[in-house]
């Protein structure tokens, strides 16, 4: 059975959301990338709004418009992922009780702070009762949510789900995070992106996602479980968080003369920014060209069959194959 | 009286986060709960415990006995009033 | 894909024992684990009573023969979750040696008991290694030695029984070849604040299912299974012929009057099963002892089973308290051996029926019975139901 990507959307740090790979990035100045705010009313009450943090906005308000791009009303499955939850009222409640002994902190962070908020909030904005999943595995919470996400399609038990990953960066974790090792060479940033994956064609397909917990990936062999070789490959996307990223260089010399793409320098480093790359890559299947300025190494050639997602953070690795219908 | 409205028109604003309400928009006998009013929910009511307790010293340790002190700005004024 | 998967080790601990022959024990000698605060750091400790597992993190640290100077390395998290997933990991030992072991656990607040003792206090910010819910996975991934997949769930308090129905996945498309599910979550003032800003914590013993309950204790612990395919296990404790997670679409922390989350997660799960109602044995409800949960989880048995027509059923959580996370984890591990050992446990400190539901649960230890086919509740914040249906 294939499986495919029905629509996607993306909230980021550039100006992706209901819209074509941007032509321009705009670049980050001095702290972490946080993403643009779309109309958030256009999608959501301002009653449910009022007691939203950025990513269940964000979280919620990509999901809306994917679903809606998709025709979809309710999805047989809403599956999230997201690498460290509602981290604005974690640490508000924290605070909170830190701050003031804990007596009486105010429930509605406590309520909002747990990382099903999401998808938990989208069963019920969409009266949807059926399967509701959050993973939380780090760097590869979109990567298991996905995988999930695949499994269920291949076993007959939905044609439609929803699925995606989603983060965010109060200033908070911001200033608590940015000198952690994993991350001293990297632009932090937030943002989501989600998908209708389907059995329903559509020109994108999911070849599949392999997670990788082992220091090593030998890619070659990696390949062969899609029924690809590195010839076949048209265009990567890698994790790069910078021009000359250690972590990245032996698997981009395996492609050497092939487009490159990175993505992470303008919408940031996070748990769930491959789910950036997932939408990235849809869009290059879809629009069979590549912007200049998303592209490290390599040249736009305006054909574009199979692409290969590459994410490494701290040995926690994954691959995302995607090819054109 | 009408000054402790005012100030717990403010704090409920503030606290609940309604964002689209100013003071003027909220009479004193609107209903905080149901759809015919603020259609505040029981988050909100819990909310409200807490406001009730930081701010005016009273305690309500059982959310049912809060429901008829919490039907408007008035019962909840009347209220604070009674205890002081 | 429709594999039968068997459940082939069992590890568990809680507040009435920190391995299966403790927890057993106290379960047959009717002894709860809900005490005065000893552990955790509160201003509440004199208020409130909890299931904390009874070792402190130094003593869990020399159990798992891990070395002194490296105890900072792990949240309390994660030394449960090695302690259960170790035991659990042994039992299925004598199964096939050489085989690709995944791990599918859950929590709620995975590191919260480190972060919170030193967020604003401490300029050095590495503690927050230990933050992510994924942490404890990967430890507990390492510490048994199966590094081919990892993840976590969280669903809030359905988590565990949603680790099981991914590592099935796993498990029937060949992903791993045998997979250790449950979940684990340690208690933090962090938890204990929240449950009580909800205003859902009885200061006392829980009460489940009586008609004066007045909330739940909160309660630390952790419990895995470890599944496989029934064609590659030597031997087996039970199989797994049905489980299911549906949405209660309802309210973010209630649960709603109809029970339709709790009901579409029974009902499914046993079409899963191809059993009927009358097959069951046991139930072993979600049953927090809130005025909430219990309602509904009330109206939707009567739905079920049909009212008079319940099943023996009852609470654990009287004993244990609210592990959240690993509520499923140590139900499931509870459920396994009440099918072993043909028992029903007790729903301790019920006295009187909530009104109209006339439902009364077990409130004796029963032996002797055929205890042939047990489900498992399990329903947590955001509407999320899950059950698991475990058979001889």
């Given amino acids: 059975m294939k499986l495919y990507i029905k629509s996607s959307d993306c909230i980021s740090a550039q100006a992706t959301f209901e819209s074509a790979l941007p032509a321009e990035l705009s670049l980050p100045e001095n702290g972490g990338l946080t993403c643009l705010k779309p109309d958030y009313k256009k999608f959501i009450s301002p009653k449910l709004l009022r007691r939203m943090s950025p990513i269940i906005r964000n979280g919620v308000t990509c999901s809306l418009s994917t679903l809606k791009q998709a025709n979809i009303e309710v999805p047989d499955a809403i599956i999230v992922g997201t690498a460290l939850g509602c981290l604005k009222d974690t640490a508000s409640f924290l605070t909170q009780l830190i701050e003031e002994n804990e007596e009486l902190p105010n429930p509605t962070h406590f309520i909002q702070s747990t990382h099903n908020t999401i998808a938990g909030q989208l069963a019920l904005l969409l009266k949807c009762t059926n399967y509701n999943f959050t993973f939380s595995q780090m760097h590869n919470s979109f990567e298991c949510a996905l995988l999930d996400a695949q499994l269920m399609l291949l076993d007959e038990q939905a044609n439609n789900v929803l699925v995606g990953g989603v983060d965010e960066l109060p200033e908070v974790s911001y200033e608590l995070t940015k000198d952690l090792d994993c991350y001293k060479e990297a632009t932090l940033g937030e943002g989501g992106s989600f998908f209708v994956l389907s059995t329903e064609e559509s020109s994108v397909e999911l070849k599949g996602v392999k997670i990788i917990n082992s220091p090593d990936c030998n890619i070659e062999e990696e390949l062969k479980h899609f029924n690809l070789s590195i010839n076949d490959v048209d265009v990567v996307i890698g994790g790069d968080v910078a021009e000359n990223d250690a972590t990245y260089s032996a698997f981009q010399h395996k492609f050497e003369g092939k487009p490159y793409v990175w993505y992470k320098p303008f919408m940031g480093e996070f748990g769930t920014a491959s789910s950036m790359a997932l939408w990235i890559a849809s869009k290059i299947i879809e629009e069979q060209t590549i912007p200049q300025c998303w592209l490290k190494s390599g040249m736009d050639f305006n054909n574009y069959n199979n692409v290969v997602i590459y994410n490494n953070v701290g040995g926690e690795q994954s691959l995302i194959v995607l090819s054109k219908n | ?84 | 894909m429709n594999d039968s998967i068997v459940v082939t080790g069992i590890g568990v601990v809680c507040s009435i024992g920190t391995n299966v022959r403790e927890c057993f024990s106290s379960l047959k000698n009717e002894r709860a684990g809900i005490e005065p605060i000893q552990y955790l750091n509160t201003v509440h400790k004199e208020r409130f009573k909890l299931g904390e597992v009874k070792r402190s993190n130094e003593e869990l640290v020399a159990m798992l023969g891990l070395s002194h100077n490296d105890a900072d390395k792990y949240s309390r998290t994660a030394l449960l979750a090695m302690l259960a997933g170790r035991e659990a990991m042994q039992m299925a030992e004598a199964s096939n040696g050489a085989m690709r072991t995944g791990v599918v656990s859950s929590t709620t607040v995975g590191g919260m008991d480190v972060t919170e003792q030193k967020y604003l206090k401490q300029a050095d910010h590495s503690y927050l290694q230990t933050h992510p819910c994924g942490d404890s996975t990967r430890q507990l991934a390492h510490f048994i030695g199966a590094t081919g997949y990892y993840t976590t769930l969280n669903t809030a308090c359905s988590s565990g029984t949603n680790a099981l129905i991914h590592g099935v996945r796993l498990l029937r498309h060949g992903i791993v070849d045998r997979v250790v599910v449950g979940g684990v979550d340690a208690l933090t003032m962090f938890t204990l604040n929240g449950f009580n800003s909800l205003m859902i914590l009885d200061t006392e013993h829980c009460k489940p299912f009586d008609k004066n309950r007045k909330g739940l204790n909160l309660a630390e612990g952790a419990g895995y299974l470890v599944l496989e395919k029934e064609q590659d296990a030597n031997h087996f404790l039970c199989k797994v012929p049905g489980f299911a997670n549906a949405n209660d679409a309802y309210h973010q922390t209630a649960s709603s009057p109809e029970g339709n989350g709790a009901f579409s997660s029974m009902s499914q799960a046993l079409e899963m099963s191809g059993l009927s109602t009358d097959d069951i044995d046991y139930v072993n409800v979600h049953g927090t002892g809130t005025n909430n949960n219990d309602l509904s989880e009330g109206v939707a048995l009567n739905r079920l089973f049909g009212k008079g027509k319940v099943p023996q059923f009852s609470s654990t959580k009287a004993y244990t308290g609210h592990t959240l996370a690993a509520a499923a984890g140590i139900e499931a591990v509870f459920s396994v051996l009440a099918i072993q050992n043909d028992i029903i446990y007790p729903n301790l400190n019920f006295e009187e029926a909530i009104e109209d539901l006339e439902l009364i649960p077990n409130t004796k230890v029963l032996e002797g019975k055929g205890v042939n086919n047990v489900m498992s509740n399990s329903f947590g914040f955001g509407g999320n139901n899950s059950t698991v249906i475990f058979s001889k």
Avoid: C, H
């Fill in chain 2, 1 to 84: 009286m009408s000054e402790l409205k005012e100030e717990l028109k403010k704090q409920l604003i503030e606290q609940l986060n309604l964002e689209d309400f100013e003071v003027s928009d909220i009479d004193d006998n609107d209903l905080l709960f149901g759809d015919n009013g603020l259609a505040l929910d029981s988050i909100d009511a819990l909310e409200i415990i807490v406001l009730l307790e930081k701010e005016y010293g009273i305690k309500i340790a059982d959310p049912k006995q809060g429901k008829d002190i919490m039907t408007s700005v008035q019962t909840l004024a009347d209220y604070i009033e009674s205890k002081r």
